[in-house]
């Protein structure tokens, strides 16, 4: 599990130096860009995968720091993959207004053309039809954050439950500690109750022999 978890977390860092590409590369190469990332993100959640089952089968003193770091790994991965549909989206739209104002701006019209106006209303609609769509993208794309926020925040209420399975863990063993020393205290004095009333009988024998 290890040689897998250390694989999956690299390409997460590889991953992220990517996401810095995309901001600078060109409209040639950032569809190459935009592609090796996904690749790579859905070679980490297939790795997940697996984690997973691994991570369930390892020793009950490890299993649970185990799932916390793929959890962890998951996490990343999924914010990672949310900010490259973020992209694509604001991408997409950019391009989508470039082409519609060259579309305008290629327009020529004479004096002579019997159709000289320019189609304001289905522009319009058109421009609203795409604000309608970027503000649905937000709306789900703030979804997605809430969502990740909420894993984010089960990750920190795991870790505080680890923590306090750990210190009951720890408490536990004290006191088991401490009451297997009060009983081994407690037959040691039993016996030495008992010898000692074995002596005093022996010495109060003796003397009433020697009195006697």
């Not at 592609?35 to 790579?40: C, D, L, T, Y």
């Not at 795991?158 to 081994?184: C, F, P």
Request: charged share 30%.
């Amino acid at each position: 599990m290890e040689g897998l978890y250390r694989e999956s977390n690299k390409q997460v860092h590889e991953i992220q130096s990517y996401m810095g590409r995309l901001e600078t590369s060109d409209k040639e190469s950032v569809h190459l860009v935009e592609n090796e990332i996904q690749a790579r993100i859905d070679k980490v959640f297939s790795n997940l995968e697996r984690l997973e089952i691994l991570s369930s089968k390892e020793p009950p003193n490890k299993r649970q720091n185990a799932k916390l770091r793929v959890d962890q790994l998951k996490y990343d991965v999924q914010h990672l993959q949310m900010a490259l549909r973020n992209f694509q989206h604001r991408r997409y739209i950019r391009e989508q207004q470039e082409r519609q104002r060259e579309e305008l701006l290629a327009r020529t019209f004479t004096t002579n053309d019997s159709d000289t106006t320019i189609p304001i209303d289905e522009t319009l609609q058109f421009n609203e039809s795409l604000q309608n769509a970027h503000r649905g993208m937000d709306d789900l794309i703030g979804s997605g954050t809430n969502i990740l926020q909420g894993l984010r925040d089960q990750r920190m209420t795991l870790k505080g439950t680890q923590k306090k399975i750990l210190d009951v863990a720890n408490t536990l063993g004290l006191s088991n500690t401490v009451m297997r020393l009060i009983e081994k205290r407690a037959f040691q004095d039993k016996y030495f109750m008992i010898g000692g009333m074995i002596v005093t009988c022996v010495i109060l024998f003796l003397v009433v022999q020697y009195l006697t």
